[in-house]
């Protein structure tokens, strides 16, 4: 879990400071699509323990199911973790990224812990090509930065390494963003999809129902895209300042 400092990085800390004007791929979402009801800083909302699970067992199963069925394995990251990752099986190496020390510390499939703010940075302190696998479960609608997450996870991934999205329609309405709480089930794959479409990295995204549509609990969605060539690893990109005199 290396810091890094890239000329790709640096390239990225002047590319995108905002939604408005400098980051064009946000060009297109309605006005006031990624704010939210709370604005205090999510440290502060995240700072209390919440041991549960924030949805019903027969959702957990699905993604677990989805895990499985993927093959992920390896040196696996989850994004926006807590004390509970939901694979079956743990990979050989989970570093759960999260806001609470101590949920984070209480995940057992973890064999490491991060606590990172990805609404105030989103860029991931790992190397280039890093990580076998992503997840991020019930937590892509509380990003204000998702296209920005997105390309991060895209340069810590090996080529051909799955981002997988879980979500379900419950969430804390005050620190999830206006666009999502404004959308339903089938917009919100449409949304995670357009994030994979706008980010730089990925293969065409799935988009599936994960639970039956007669499912009497939490409904569980899921969209998924692989790492493809695209995004230059460190190595690249010091040949190309290299190239380039810089």
Request: hydrophobic share 35%; aromatic share 10%.
């Amino acid at each position: 879990m290396e810091p890094r400092d890239t000329g790709l990085e640096r390239d990225r800390r002047a590319r995108v400071s905002d939604h408005g004007g400098v980051d064009e791929r946000y060009r297109g979402f309605p006005d006031g699509f990624f704010e939210r009801t709370d604005t205090s800083p999510d440290a502060r909302f995240y700072a209390a323990p919440r041991l549960v699970t924030h949805i019903d067992q027969g959702a957990v199963a699905a993604v677990g199911a989805l895990y499985d069925e993927l093959g992920l394995s390896g040196d696996v990251l989850d994004l926006c973790s807590s004390w509970v990752s939901h694979f079956r099986v743990a990979p050989a190496r989970l570093v759960a990224l999260g806001m609470n020390p101590f949920e984070l510390d209480r995940n057992s499939h973890a064999a490491a812990c991060v606590v990172h703010d990805l609404n105030r940075d989103p860029q991931l302190p790992f190397a280039d090509a890093s990580y076998d696998a992503a997840t991020c479960c019930v937590s892509v609608d509380y990003l204000v930065r998702p296209i920005e997450v997105f390309d991060e996870v895209a340069r810590v991934l090996r080529p051909d390494a799955p981002f997988v999205c879980t979500f379900s329609n419950r969430c804390f309405p005050t620190k999830a963003i206006r666009g999502w709480l404004a959308t339903d089930d089938e917009t919100h794959l449409v949304i995670v999809q357009d994030y994979f479409r706008r980010s730089r990295g990925w293969g065409d995204a799935v988009a599936e129902r994960r639970t039956p549509p007669n499912h009497r609990g939490d409904p569980l969605f899921a969209v998924w895209a692989e790492r493809d060539q695209s995004v230059p690893d460190q190595a690249d990109t010091d040949r190309h300042r290299r190239a380039n005199g810089t």
